[in-house]
């Protein structure tokens, strides 16, 4: 629903939510990349961001953020990924009101208290719910696993026991 929202709000929002949501980037990874960190990578379209501590890593973009992301550049080749109106780097006050007013329309019951780093629970849980296991702490860039633990809001779900992976596997 919220995607939904966000791209009948416009280009620029659709592209900034799907990355966040699709690739699981933080609020500052994405509002501090340009244009120019664009790439492509033996096949993947890639982005290179700085993550905490200055640390530069590239990422894969999921191809539905890409796909955005071109629509919304159109031929623009420099400056900030997410610029305003005028060229300069979107912030991120503007993030949490897009976010707030997307919320407003799709998850009313979450309007007042989303937050943009929720994006990126989303992001490890649903990961985790696909079956993606190690990979989710690389993904997000976390210097300890624990920390990838905590943001999987469904870790004690029956649903997702290994149980039932090992079940499946021996028989």
């Known amino acids: 629903m919220l995607l939904e929202a966000a791209s009948a709000h416009g280009v620029r929002t659709n ?3 799907l990355l966040l949501a699709m690739n699981g980037l933080r609020i500052s990874e994405a509002l501090g990349a340009d244009v120019a960190d664009l790439d492509t990578e033996r096949e993947h379209r890639v982005l290179r961001i700085t993550r905490k501590g200055g640390k530069r890593a590239t990422v894969p973009l999921a191809p539905r953020a890409a796909a955005a992301i071109d629509d919304y ?99």
């Open 15 to 17: 592209a900034l939510i």
């Open 73 to 171: 550049l159109g031929d623009r080749a420099d400056g900030p990924l997410f610029a305003t109106a005028s060229g300069g780097r979107l912030d991120q006050a503007v993030l949490w009101w897009l976010l707030r007013r997307l919320a407003a329309i799709a998850v009313p019951s979450k309007a007042g208290t989303i937050h943009p780093h929720d994006l990126r629970h989303s992001f490890v849980t649903l990961s985790l719910d696909a079956g993606v296991s190690r990979d989710v702490h690389d993904a997000v860039g976390h210097a300890d696993p624990r920390m990838t633990r905590r943001y999987d809001r469904a870790r004690y779900s029956l649903d997702r026991h290994p149980t039932y992976l090992l079940a499946g596997f021996v028989r």
